[in-house]
């Protein structure tokens, strides 16, 4: 077996921002990757700004300020400072960074270079080009719950082709056998409850195709939950992974293009703005 390609956790050295690096490390150990914490800075912002040996002066520096947080957090990584290229922009590097990682994780709060990661043209660059996972901290996170063997993750799904996105990408990546995965769809029900029982034995039978795309390995449940139509979908999936002591949310965004506006739909981008977990989104 190829050995795992690491959790890469992007960080501006703030401690609301290494909360989303605790929430890394804890799925990192669940798949049994490495975990690396990238810090993106512009040459100006290291000490001294000009000249290779003030430079590397000032990486060392932010290197040594990112294994001092790792280790207060109980945490072992690689502490990795890359500069921004030529001409390159934010999500360019946030990007090429992606390409070597099994899942990126993003705090959507921060300052300098990465303050802008979830506002415009950033969020949906990274989000809408990459193939790989992301796992979101929104302004609610909470530090990751006590260490337990099994990571339990809540993902969710409308039933829908687009839906199984998220289990496509993760698959790989539960192999481990160290997760407990709840499939969860959130039934808006018709006012009168005219053809429910029947919408709702339709995607039943869809919750359980998309159980098949999961290893036969991982422990799968599939849950539902029925509410009036307007009723709050992001309270209910909040709610049930309160139940559950989750560990992380999961769902799939929407595409590209002429969608590109729609990559993080209203209901993921309410539960990441009242979520104290981190939500791990995806496409393929």
């Known amino acids: 077996m190829s050995e795992m390609k690491p959790v890469i956790a992007t960080t501006d ?19 049994g990757a490495r975990l690396e914490v990238l810090r993106v800075v512009e040459e100006s912002d290291l000490d001294g ?24 957090e109980g945490l072992t990584g690689d502490a990795v400072i890359d500069s921004l290229g030529k001409d390159e922009n934010v999500t360019a590097a946030v990007l090429r960074n992606a390409r070597n990682a099994s899942i990126l994780a993003m705090n959507t709060r921060g300052k300098g270079v990465v303050a802008s990661l979830l506002h415009g043209s ?19 996170i909470l530090g990751p719950p006590v260490a337990g063997d099994t990571y339990r993750l809540l993902a969710t799904t409308d039933c ?10 993760l698959a790989s990546l539960l192999e481990s056998g160290k997760f407990k995965v709840t499939l969860f769809f959130v039934h808006e029900h018709a006012p009168g409850g005219a053809d429910n029982a029947a919408e709702m034995r339709e995607f039943e039978a869809a919750m359980q195709r998309q159980r098949t795309l999961l290893p036969s390995t991982v422990d799968v449940e599939l849950a539902t939950r029925d509410i009036p139509r307007g009723g709050g979908v ?6 049930k992974a309160r ?42």
Do not use: N, W
């Open 122 to 140: 950033v969020a949906l660059g990274v989000l809408g080009k990459t193939e790989t996972p992301v796992m979101l901290t929104g302004p609610e």
């Open 243 to 284: 139940d559950l002591d989750a560990d992380a949310i999961a769902m799939s965004t929407h595409g590209q293009g002429a969608r590109k506006h729609a990559i993080m739909g209203s209901t993921a981008t309410a539960i990441l703005g009242r979520s104290p977990l981190p939500v791990i989104v995806a496409r393929v």
């Open 13 to 31: 050295g703030s401690a609301h921002s290494l909360r989303a690096v605790s929430h890394a490390g804890r799925i990192a150990t669940a798949v």
């Open 49 to 72: 700004g000009s000249g290779a040996a003030a430079i590397a002066e000032g990486r060392d520096r932010l290197e040594a300020e990112l294994q001092h947080e790792l280790r207060r």
């Open 160 to 169: 829908s082709e687009d839906s199984s996105d998220v289990l496509r990408a």
């Open 234 to 239: 992001d309270t209910a999936i909040l709610e």
